[in-house]
């Protein structure tokens, strides 16, 4: 009996002992108000799965040592059939009436049971994650959203593309060439008439038809330049150029690739491109009061950049474009959904394999529509 008493004795001191070791080596003890001020204000920060999951799976179990945890975030309806094996703890997380996750908190590394104020913290912090998971999810669904707009611009802006190269070929196709028709037969009327009453006329006739003809193919260049399907996107700027120095009698400097380099460009790329330049010529006539010009397409280190400046007056630049377009203001906003459509992201732009930096019209230097100087 003493035997058994003393075995029984020692098996108690030794469980004991042991239980001071593992405290002594993975450690027993934690800062309780460090644990949840801490992990709270992670929690707060968390606004992606990962950040999440990191707070949960390792900071938590590196705080209070425990063994590692696991996070499972889903669909309604899709919670895991699985089952908690002792001594882990498992917190369902809802959002909006679901479980949308699951906490999986791992064991004590010492091997004992969690304590009530154990339980009482993972409760809190439970509580606390199921706020920052309603964060997270809620930000996925305001970027699909995002998502979603960006998507409808792109294939609103691809749509305004297409008709306007269709309607600049059903006029040039129509009334266009009516016209030529026209004006071809007047010419022979003038021909074969002599000097008439009715020739002077059908000359202020023709005059009228030819000012219209004029007319409509300038309405056909500015839907869709002919040069651009044709000669590519060079031949496409010095004809812009070409027309906006005789209209605004100012001079406009270009520095431009060969041609054939141009042509490589996706029609996509080549036609926004085109189009940010038009605009920024008009803004820097309409606002820039400028004498001077600059359009440099040039490539640097395997990308094109494109840099408009002038040596007029400028502005400064709202911190979101938006706010301009609340003012009534939407030419920069018109460039920037451009820039976007092709890829563009703190005024670098993709097309295809180029990269391609996009400057807007700055006095004295080019500067980004992103507002980052060059």
Not at 221 to 234: C, F, S
Not at 318 to 337: I, K, S, T, W
């Amino acid at each position: 009996m003493l035997q058994l008493l003393v075995g029984l004795g020692f098996d108690r001191t030794r469980a004991q002992v042991q239980r001071w070791v593992d405290r002594l080596f993975y450690g027993g003890w934690y800062d309780y108000p460090a644990v949840v001020e801490t992990v709270s204000d992670a929690l707060a920060r968390s606004l992606a799965r990962a950040q999440l999951e990191d707070v949960l799976t390792r900071r938590v179990p590196e705080m209070m040592q425990l063994h590692p945890g696991e996070l499972w975030i889903g669909e309604p309806g899709a919670v895991p059939r699985r089952e908690v094996v002792a001594p882990q703890l498992q917190f369902p997380l809802f959002f909006e009436g679901q479980v949308r996750g699951v906490w999986t908190v791992g064991g004590r590394l010492d091997g004992d049971d969690f304590t009530p104020t154990d339980r009482r913290i993972l409760h809190t912090l439970a509580r606390q994650a199921e706020i920052a998971l309603s964060n997270v999810l809620l930000v996925e669904a305001l970027q699909r959203w995002l998502d979603e707009i960006r998507e409808g611009q792109h294939q609103l802006l691809c749509s305004r593309e297409e008709e306007r190269a269709r309607l600049a070929r059903d006029l040039h196709d129509g009334p266009v060439q009516l016209l030529v028709g026209l004006n071809m037969q007047l010419g022979l009327l003038l021909s074969s008439g002599g000097d008439t009453p009715l020739s002077e006329e059908l000359r202020a006739v023709r005059g009228e038809v030819r000012g219209l003809l004029s007319d409509l193919r300038q309405v056909c260049a500015e839907l869709r330049p002919p040069m651009l399907d044709t000669l590519g996107l060079g031949a496409a700027l010095r004809a812009l150029a070409e027309e906006w120095r005789e209209q605004h009698g100012k001079t406009v400097d270009l520095d431009l690739p060969p041609d054939a380099v141009l042509l490589s460009l996706p029609e996509e790329g080549a036609v926004n491109l085109y189009r940010v330049a038009q605009e920024a010529l008009a803004n820097a006539a309409r606002h820039a009061t400028a004498g001077r010009v600059g359009l440099c397409l040039a490539w640097d280190d395997g990308r094109l950049e494109l840099a408009i400046e002038d040596d007029g007056h400028g502005f400064a630049v709202p911190e979101a474009l938006r706010d301009l377009a609340a003012e009534g203001h939407f030419g920069l906003v018109g460039m920037q959904e451009r820039v976007d459509l092709i890829g563009g992201e703190r005024g670098f732009i993709v097309v295809s394999s180029l990269w391609i930096h996009l400057s807007s019209v700055c006095p004295g230097r080019a500067c980004s529509i992103h507002r980052n100087p060059l």
